[in-house]
C-alpha cells in the first residue's frame, strides 16, 4: 500500500508541477505578447485554462492526502477524545460519500465535452472536465487510507478506555 501511495504522490506532485510551470511560463509570454510586441496569443487561454484547471482540482487531492482540508475543529476538541475520534470518522464518510458523487457526476459531465473543443486549439472539453472526476478518484483514495488509520486509533482509544 506504500509503495500505491509513493507512486500516486508523485504522479499528483508531477502534474501540479507541470501545470505551474506551463500556468507561469504560458501567462508570462501571453503578457509580454499583448503588452510589449502588440500580438497577443489567443491559443494561449487555452493552455492556461487546461493547467489552472488541473493545477487546482489535483492540488485540492494532495490537501486531502495532506488533511490540509478547511475545518473547525473547536467542536472536536472540545469533546471526550472517543466521541471527537468517532465523529472526525463521520464526517470522513460523508466526504467519501461527496467525493463519490463528484466522480459520478464528473465522470457524466466529462462525456458531455467530447464533441466540444476549446475555442482556438483542437482539445477536446472533456480533457478539462476530466479534472473533476480524476481529482474525485485520488479524493476518494486518499480518504479511506486517512479513514483506516482513524479507525485503528479509534479502536485503541477503545481499548484504552476499558
Known amino acids: 500500500m506504500k509503495v500505491i501511495n509513493l507512486?500516486?504522490?508523485?504522479?499528483?506532485k508531477a502534474v501540479?508541477?507541470?501545470?505551474?510551470?506551463?500556468?507561469?511560463?504560458?501567462?508570462f509570454w501571453q503578457v509580454v505578447c499583448r503588452y510589449v510586441l502588440k500580438a497577443p496569443l489567443p491559443w494561449s487561454q487555452d493552455i492556461i485554462r487546461l493547467s489552472f484547471t488541473y493545477l487546482v482540482f489535483w492540488g485540492a487531492a494532495y490537501c486531502v492526502h495532506e488533511?490540509?482540508?478547511?475545518n473547525v475543529d473547536v467542536l472536536l476538541t472540545s469533546l471526550p477524545?472517543?466521541?471527537g475520534k468517532l465523529l472526525e470518522i463521520i464526517?470522513?464518510?460523508v466526504l467519501v460519500g461527496f467525493f463519490v458523487f463528484l466522480l459520478y457526476m464528473?465522470?457524466?459531465?466529462?462525456?458531455?465535452?467530447t464533441t466540444q473543443t476549446t475555442s482556438y486549439l483542437p482539445i477536446p472539453m472533456s480533457w478539462y472536465?476530466?479534472?473533476?472526476?480524476?481529482?474525485?478518484?485520488?479524493?476518494?483514495?486518499?480518504?479511506?487510507?486517512?479513514?483506516?488509520v482513524q479507525v485503528k486509533e479509534f479502536i485503541q482509544l477503545k481499548k484504552g478506555e476499558k
Open 91 to 93: 464526517i470522513n464518510v
Open 67 to 70: 488533511k490540509a482540508n478547511l
Open 81 to 83: 477524545k472517543v466521541i
Open 7 to 12: 507512486v500516486v504522490d508523485k504522479v499528483i
Open 129 to 148: 472536465y476530466m479534472s473533476i472526476p480524476s481529482a474525485a478518484a485520488f479524493m476518494i483514495f486518499y480518504m479511506i487510507g486517512n479513514l483506516a
Open 106 to 113: 464528473g465522470l457524466q459531465f466529462a462525456q458531455t465535452g
Open 16 to 27: 501540479m508541477v507541470v501545470s505551474g510551470i506551463v500556468l507561469l511560463a504560458v501567462t
